[in-house]
């Protein structure tokens, strides 16, 4: 089994929780520090992209955005072609303040700029 270097671990979960700070500041054009050019992002019945462009146009024509995001619970394993697995919880709340469970999987990637996520699947709980 191939472990995940501290150093990389590290940066992953720097990734992952930028996610959160770009989205909840609405600042969309950052958007290429944390996800793929080629990004496959899938949350049912809410926003599917292809691309990250597709994605920053379907963030910022998104009606209500949530208000905050949160990950919780993450575990990372690594593939034999050198991509890392993410699994995490995570907890939003919503433009009404409710508050949203779900369940991310992402594939990230090691790029010249550093870990991207090549793809990300949200399950909502």
């Known amino acids: 089994m191939t472990r995940i270097a501290d ?21 969309y054009d950052r958007m290429g520090d944390v ?9 049912p019945g809410r926003l599917t992209a292809n691309g990250l462009e597709e994605l920053k146009t379907a963030f910022r024509n998104f009606p209500a955005p949530s208000l ?15 991509t890392v697995k993410a699994l995490c919880k995570a907890l939003s ?13 992402d594939i990230l990637k090691k790029t010249p700029m550093g870990w991207r996520i090549a793809a990300r699947t949200i399950k909502p709980l």
Request: aromatic share 6%; proline share 0%; glycine share 2%.
């Open 7 to 27: 150093i990389d671990r590290v940066d992953i979960t720097d990734t992952l929780n930028k996610v959160a700070y770009i989205l909840d500041s609405k600042e």
């Open 68 to 82: 905050s995001h949160h990950i919780t619970n993450l575990l990372l394993s690594v593939s034999e072609d050198g």
């Open 93 to 105: 709340q919503r433009a009404d303040k409710s508050i949203a469970a779900a369940e991310y999987t």
């Open 35 to 43: 996800f793929a050019d080629d990004v496959q992002f899938s949350n």
